[in-house]
T-cell receptor, first 111, second 114 residues
Framework: SQQGEEDPQALSIQEGENATMNCSYK?????LQWYRQNSGRGLVHLIL?????REKHSGRLRVTLDTSKKSSSLLITASRAADTASYFC???????????FGAGTRLAVHP | EAQVTQNPRYLITVTGKKLTVTCSQN?????MSWYRQDPGLGLRQIYY???????DKGDVPEGYKVSRKEKRNFPLILESPSPNQTSLYFC?????????????FGPGTRLTVL
């Protein structure tokens, strides 16, 4: 079963604009992670937010978590062409040892 | 350099011919996992291992086998590959709990089964 689902599926913006991606999940979680994948390559961890945190920053990344709505958002500010990639949220359902990924958001940043 | 390596990176094979994809990590991680990635379906977990000699099924284990005889290695075995196993495969590892720790991914193995 798919735990995390990203929205939108695809996003196209100009350099310098902000990009916002959303993730919804179904069950209670301990943490939520965001990963990035350049085309055909392995995923790279971006940020982890714990269930008792509401917001977290890392450089140009800002992640929010709303456990009451079972949703998270990833904001990339002042986007660059190099941010072009797919972005995935991942959650581990409480009591299980599996990390479940959503289908991802494909972000294209045009120069 | 801390990394997860996979071999081969690309493989074209025929139905029924047994194959093994190797995975190795040099970070002394307890947890290792295999995923497959298919268009529109995201990453789906095949098998995972919490420690040596401890493996468990993920969401799509049918047609695959794994073993964890050493901490650093976690090979994926396809005993009798079929065309529906054509996919991009990733091995990943984390120090402990995958939900609480960063997962480090290998570069991927693109498998085509004819």
């Amino acid at each position: 079963s798919q735990q995390g689902e990203e929205d939108p599926q695809a996003l196209s913006i100009q350099e310098g604009e902000n990009a916002t991606m959303n993730c919804s999940y179904k069950t209670s979680i301990n943490n939520l992670q965001w990963y990035r994948q350049n085309s055909g390559r392995g995923l790279v961890h971006l940020i982890l937010i714990r269930s008792n945190e509401r917001e977290k920053h890392s450089g140009r990344l800002r992640v929010t978590l709303d456990t009451s709505k079972k949703s998270s958002s990833l904001l990339i500010t002042a986007s660059r062409a190099a941010d072009t990639a797919s972005y995935f949220c991942a959650t581990r359902e409480s009591g299980y040892n599996k990390l479940i990924f959503g289908a991802g958001t494909r972000l294209a940043v045009h120069p | 350099e801390a990394q997860v390596t996979q071999n081969p990176r690309y493989l074209i094979t025929v139905t029924g011919k047994k194959l093994t994809v190797t995975c190795s990590q040099n970070m002394n991680h307890e947890y290792m996992s295999w995923y497959r990635q298919d268009p529109g379906l995201g990453l789906r977990q095949i098998y995972y291992s919490m420690n040596v000699e401890v493996t468990d099924k993920g969401d799509v284990p049918e047609g695959y086998k794994v073993s964890r005889k050493e901490k650093r290695n976690f090979p994926l075995i396809l005993e009798s590959p079929s065309p529906n196993q054509t996919s991009l495969y990733f091995c990943a590892s984390s120090l402990l709990d995958p939900g609480a720790d960063t997962q480090y991914f290998g570069p991927g193995t693109r498998l085509t089964v004819l």
